[in-house]
């Protein structure tokens, strides 16, 4: 990642999603909640020069061309901004954000799924009629659930162990593309 002038590893992670499934596009709109230190949002930058790209964090991000970016807790982010409509309908919300790591499972898988909850909620205001949703998850009690109830928003929803993922981490990263039109909102 260094070599490459990259600042996370996780861009890997992204890239392999983008070249599977095609995920940034010419002229996409794109929503990276949990932004720092801006792997994803660098990714999509690069690979596009036409696309908008607003990025999200409580922690502060160093700039990168054709992103905006807000400090702002993503809870915050999606009380005060969005409900003002400042938005233009986003294509593509993306998420790697992860809770501080306490070591303890059942603990960290909580907190993985509530912030899962508030990134979909966030994508549900703010996705188009077909946009798509990718965010990290940690397997354990509840994945399924949520997993479940994201099927019944989006038309397809995949779940993706990345290469470049350790082997023995509970990391996975679920894709749910083509937004149901009457689940929005």
């Known amino acids: 990642a260094n070599k490459e002038n990259w600042r996370s590893r996780a861009v890997y992670k992204l890239k392999e999603i983008d070249e599977k499934y095609d995920l940034i596009s010419s002229n996409s709109k794109i929503l990276d909640l949990g932004s720092s230190p801006g792997g994803w949002s660098q990714y999509a930058s690069r690979k596009h020069k036409n696309i908008t790209i607003t990025a999200v964090d ?21 009380k005060n901004y969005l409900k003002n409509g400042c938005f233009d309908k986003i294509d593509l919300v ?49 994945t399924d659930k949520f ?11 995949r779940i993706i162990k ?3 993922s350790k082997t023995n981490s509970r990391e996975i990263y679920m894709l749910a593309t083509n937004m149901k039109v009457n689940n929005s909102g």
């Open 147 to 157: 997993l479940n109830e994201i099927r019944n928003l989006f038309r397809t929803v």
């Open 94 to 142: 993306m998420s790697d954000i992860a809770p501080n790591i306490s070591g303890i499972d059942s603990a960290d898988v909580a907190a993985v799924l509530h912030l899962a909850e508030v990134v979909t909620e966030i994508a549900l205001s703010t996705l188009n009629d077909s946009g798509n949703l990718l965010i990290k998850l940690f397997q354990g009690k509840g």
């Open 58 to 78: 409580l922690l502060k991000m160093e700039n990168i061309e054709n992103v905006n970016f807000v400090q702002s807790d993503i809870e915050d982010f999606g």
């Open 162 to 164: 990345p290469k470049a």
